[in-house]
């Protein structure tokens, strides 16, 4: 296991041992869920009610992740607890911090069923006053967008609720983002001075495409008796999804992004092949559509900047055209390369004409400032690339291996 992160952090929280690996999990339960896994384990009908509020406030307000920890549990209790079920974090991988202090984490989960192990990115970027953690949805991704590093890497399976959840509990570990364990059991976390205060649904992964997993965690994430992160803080992106855009705003009630990079049919299709089955007309239809739209509750329009390909004036002013009588904000991206690709950025001269030209038209245009590049953490770069770089490590070694045998003989 390779760890690169400094000798300051907190420590590791506890991962799941291999032979617990079948064993199912009580995170990503939704009240109802942990209340009927109580029953079936034998907790009696009386007792439910109640073990699921202790246990929605160990797990989501203190974030322990050993039963043992929950001092308010009965002994008996606890040890039914761990014969039945697990609450221990996905294993980190690798775990880097950037230059500018964003941090990725590689992390790894364990099979399901007859499939293997399965590792996604996660990272964090701290802010002056806020800290947005980006979660990732799916192992790989099924969109294929021409400038997205994560898009030429096949998609695996989806997340369960427990995995995207994962994500935030293990951050909030890391970052000493919790109480401490000798906080008296009743202490609520405050809302102000968090570490994570943001969570973006932007990272490996189409979250409209694994709908049903990410509305459980983000509406447990949000919910008010346990992490309790304002709606108005958490983002889901999406690059077009459209019959589930309108879902989104009715059952899980977050902020809208819209990757759109395009303003043509015919470039965004090359660019977004999803926009093949959902053109922009019916995307901005549905855009339009989505609920408590208004000039406080604004859907953002995520736009990387692709030198010669879509950063004219012309695009600027089509794009203006496009978003008219939606409540918009345009995030400029400058694109961050990855090995392989043939798109370059473009020049920081025109991204701030573009900006400017949307800025004079009405709308808030600020150019996202590119984080995380040297350990490939940006904006289109995830894509496990340590899990790359352990293959042709492996390889490596195997040459060695072979070469030195021959030798011997």
Same mark, same amino acid.
């Given at each position: ?269 090359? =660019? @977004?092949?999803?926009? /093949?089955?959902? $053109?922009? *007309? ?8 989505? %609920? &408590? ?25 089509? =794009? @203006?055209?496009?978003? /008219?009588?939606? $409540?918009? *904000? ?8 990855? %090995? &392989? ?69």
């Amino acid at each position: 296991m390779t760890d690169m992160l400094s000798l300051d952090r907190p420590a590791r929280p506890a991962t799941r041992p291999a032979a617990l690996q079948e064993m199912p999990s009580l995170i990503g339960l939704t009240r109802e869920e942990m209340g009927k896994a109580l029953a079936e384990v034998g907790v009696a009908e009386r007792q439910v009610k109640m073990r699921v509020s202790q246990l929605w406030h160990w797990l989501y307000v203190r974030g322990v992740s050993d039963f043992d920890h929950m001092t308010n549990v009965s002994k008996d209790m606890r040890e039914t607890l761990k014969r039945h079920f697990t609450i221990a974090r996905p294993e980190v991988v690798e775990e880097q911090i950037s230059t500018d202090g964003t941090r990725k984490w590689l992390l790894r989960f364990p099979a399901r069923g007859a499939g293997r192990p399965v590792e996604i990115e996660t990272v964090y970027i701290p802010e002056e006053g806020r800290g947005t953690l980006c979660i990732s949805s799916q192992v790989g991704c099924t969109l294929t967008c021409s400038f997205c590093h994560t898009g030429t890497q096949k998609l695996v399976r989806n997340l369960t609720a427990e995995e995207i959840l994962a994500q935030l509990l293990l951050a909030r570990d890391r970052l000493g983002d919790f109480p401490d364990r000798d906080t008296p059991p009743g202490t609520i976390a405050p809302a102000e001075g968090r570490k994570v205060s943001n969570v973006v649904m932007m990272g490996m992964g189409e979250p409209l495409y694994n709908f049903e997993s990410v509305k459980t965690a983000l509406l447990i994430a949000t919910d008010g008796d346990g992490l309790s992160l304002s709606k108005r803080r958490v983002t889901l992106s999406t690059s077009g999804i459209v019959p589930e855009i309108y879902r989104t705003g009715e059952e899980i009630g977050v902020m809208l992004a819209i990757s759109l990079h395009a303003v043509r049919d015919d470039l965004r299709d090359m =660019l @977004v092949p999803i926009n /093949k089955k959902y $053109p922009l *007309k019916d995307l901005m239809d549905a855009c339009r559509a989505y %609920p &408590g739209l208004s000039n406080a509750r604004r859907i953002t329009f995520e736009y990387v900047m692709l030198e010669g390909v879509n950063d004219s004036l012309e695009d600027a002013k089509e =794009l @203006v055209k496009l978003l /008219k009588g939606v $409540p918009a *904000k345009i995030n400029l991206i400058p694109f961050n390369p990855w %090995p &392989g690709t043939n798109y370059q950025c473009s020049q920081w001269d025109q991204i701030e004409k573009f900006a400017d030209f949307i800025n004079a038209a009405g709308y808030a245009s600020p150019i996202r400032t590119p984080r995380g590049r040297d350990i490939l953490a940006a904006c289109g770069q995830l894509k496990s690339e340590s899990e790359r770089m352990r293959k042709v490590d492996r390889m490596a070694f195997e040459a060695m291996m072979i070469a030195n045998h021959g030798a011997d003989d």
